[in-house]
Nanobody, 122 residues
């Protein structure tokens, strides 16, 4: 079992930055691929970024070049640094863990956090 707790969301003006954190319980954090997803009101949950067990990263086109995902296995934490935020980035952001290879489909992730709200004002 893995428990995930996100933090770092908030209200920010367009063009600003936020750093989301996701703290994981358990001793096997390094064996999980980690992903960030987001869901805006009335929309499907969508992929944002993932980082594999070997720290290979991949981003959705919508955030590529503006976001960086990273992990600190010693702290059991994964981060999402988001820069040059846009109003369309407004959503609840979730981190997720997958016991396997990193992929973009949210249905394949095994554990989820409760989410953290990001609101970008124009």
């Amino acid at each position: 079992q893995v428990q995930l707790v996100e933090s770092g969301g908030g209200l920010v003006q367009a063009g600003g930055s936020l750093r989301l954190s996701c703290a994981a319980s358990g001793r096997t954090f390094s064996s999980y691929a980690m992903g960030w997803f987001r869901q805006a009101p009335g929309k499907e949950r969508e992929f944002v970024a993932f980082i594999s067990r070997s720290s290979i990263t991949y981003y959705a086109d919508s955030v590529k070049g503006r976001s960086t995902i990273s992990r600190d296995n010693a702290k059991n934490t994964v981060y999402l640094q988001m820069n040059r935020l846009k109003p369309e980035d407004t959503a609840v952001y979730y981190c997720a863990a997958r016991n396997g290879v990193a992929i973009t489909t949210h249905q394949s992730y095994d554990y989820w956090g409760q989410g953290t709200q990001v609101t970008v004002s124009s």
